[in-house]
């Protein structure tokens, strides 16, 4: 739904720079999709609360014909953001939902959920990211929680200068997005934004944020972010939020969030505060009791 009708001005004077640059890790994941790992696990502290993030874009169905068969996951959420293709999610709560182009699943694992992510269509482009997003220890052994989002139902408008953002979650311009969170307050947004446009985002320092961009190239503060890169924002005291500007016309994902700053413990699909809490994990899962 567009409400470019109710938008505020976002003001930044003193935007943050780039900390570094990362290029997405070639991997394959589920039953052999091939993607990019974009955030990987090295980084998870310097980006609490944020544990991982893909990004899959190829139209040769063998890179993704056999998608993610029945898996776990406990103790974080998971957030899938389609561009162009049609994934069927299926759990262990019963819920199911077609994953189409624009539109986005959210999904609270909490104490456990089992579920499967196939593509339904055998050729085409299948594109799209999923985020990783940690419960904070409270809430880790909460009830699982799900929903779907199509295109239209999520918050798009247009800011000065022309871009097109989506609100996927947080606070933009005055517009709430489509999902709000207390503790990790996430924001969230698909940007595009044609050649030579400038977008403003406000932000407190202490929250970890990070750009990627996906088609063209930004200018951040003076380095030049290309395609499959991401680039970590300094957390500089006295900066009040983030500034791009395009170079061509250019797609990119702004994503930011409050720290926990508690304990990190994975082991694949579970993600926990110790090592007691992961090998309860996989003893639930293996005793049936995960969900
Ligand atoms: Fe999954």
Redesign the pocket.
Known sequence: MDVTDRIATEQVARPRRVERLELGQPTSD?AGVKLLRVLTQPLQRRLDPFLMLDNFRSDDPDDWIAG?PD???RGFE?V?YMIAGRMRHRDSAGNEGLLEGGGVQW?T?GRG?I???LPEQSEGLMEGF?LWLNLPASDKMRAPWYRDFKADELPSFTAPGGVRVVAIAGRSHGIEGAVTREGTEPLYLDLALPEGARFEQAMPPGRNAFVYVYRGELDIEGTRVGSGRMAVLSNAPGSDGVALRATGPARALLIAGRPLGEPIAQYG?FVMNTVEELHQAVADFQAGRLA
């Open positions: 589920g993610f898996h776990p996951h998971t899938t999904m694992a959920v579920h499967s992510e999923q699909p």
